[in-house]
Nanobody
Framework: QVQLMESGGGLVQPGGSLRLSCVAS????????MGWYRQAPGKECELAAR????????TYVDSVKGRFTISRDNAKNTVYLQMNSLKPEDTAVYYC?????????????????WGQGTQVTVSS
């Protein structure tokens, strides 16, 4: 029973910060890379950030590089996304996922088990 549970989303003003968390269970968390997808209504599913199993390597989509930081705590089976200098275009539902790759459809069960996601809204 793979389970992913996101939290930490909410409404924030442009320029503000938010920290997302994802608690995983049902698999060997420390053996897998993790990442955060995001999707706004009518937009594509985008792999915003990815972190290797050990946490030694992180990658980001260009639009968030320098503003977002992905991290993980393998002892707690948790992956985080620190989001700073938020912009309205960051508004989306954010999902964590195991061993993520680009080009998937967010929340599509054909790719695996998804959590409910957490809504991030950046607006003044």
């Amino acid at each position: 029973q793979v389970q992913l549970m996101e939290s930490g989303g909410g409404l924030v003003q442009p320029g503000g910060s938010l920290r997302l968390s994802c608690v995983a269970s049902g698999f060997a968390f420390s053996n897998y890379a993790m990442g955060w997808y995001r999707q706004a209504p009518g937009k594509e599913c985008e792999l915003a950030a990815r972190i290797s199993a050990t946490g030694s390597l992180t990658t980001y989509v260009d639009s968030v590089k320098g503003r977002f930081t992905i991290s993980r705590d393998n002892a707690k089976n948790t992956v985080y996304l620190q989001m700073n200098s938020l912009k309205p275009e960051d508004t989306a539902v954010y999902y964590c996922f195991t061993d993520p790759v680009p080009g998937v459809q967010c929340a599509d069960g054909n790719y695996g088990s998804w959590g409910q996601g957490t809504q991030v809204t950046v607006s003044s």
